[in-house]
């Protein structure tokens, strides 16, 4: 009687399915003008390429409100992500660091604005720790939709304190 229960105790044993991390983007750029391709990469601690996924069709998909651009899959544990927004010449528009948490099924969102376009992080005398770019300062690469406490302060707290343009509306979003 012993034996049936030592299979079924390695059976359970056996390992855990791995998580799903669905990648979104969240961006004012426009697609097809601004970007023409989307690569999510994956990194081990070491810095090690573990994964890369492309995307060429972006379509007209509305990436201000958001669009998912990646399901990747793996173990639970720090993922270091960096989101790619390339041109048609294949040229590098903004790369996005993402630090995320992953603790079973996980929502990973990546906010990248046109101020980020030119800047370097960590910026000279800035936080070494602070390697992505949200609205032109350096913040946490932890610094998702999912975690707003890792973003810092907000840039604005209406339409109004955007400014303003020519050619189309200005909008405060989370």
């Known amino acids: 009687m012993k034996y ?7 059976l359970c044993a056996c390992g855990q399915d791995p998580s799903t991390v669905y990648v ?13 391709r989307i690569e999510v990469l994956r990194f ?5 390429e573990l994964l890369r996924q492309e995307t060429r069709r972006i379509g007209d998909r509305d990436f201000l409100q ?5 399901t990747l899959q793996g173990a639970d544990g720090d993922w270091l992500l960096e989101v790619r ?14 630090l995320v948490t992953v603790r079973g099924d996980t929502l990973a ?3 990248i604005s046109r101020e980020c376009r030119d800047v370097a992080c960590p910026a000279a005398l800035g ?6 770019c949200l609205a032109g300062e350096c913040v946490s690469p932890r610094c998702t939709l999912e975690s707003p406490e890792e973003c810092g302060s907000p840039q604005c707290d209406s339409d ?13 979003l989370d």
């Open 66 to 70: 958001g669009s998912q651009i990646a």
């Open 127 to 132: 936080n070494p720790s602070h390697t992505a």
């Open 44 to 48: 081990s601690e070491d810095g090690t």
């Open 109 to 111: 969102t990546a906010l």
């Open 85 to 98: 927004l390339r041109d048609a010449m294949d040229g590098l528009v903004v790369t996005q660091p993402v």
């Open 160 to 172: 109004e304190s955007c400014g303003s343009v020519e050619c189309g509306d200005v909008q405060c």
């Open 24 to 36: 979104e983007l969240r961006t004012d750029l426009v697609a097809g003008i601004e970007f023409d």
């Open 4 to 10: 049936p229960l030592t299979v079924l105790l390695l």
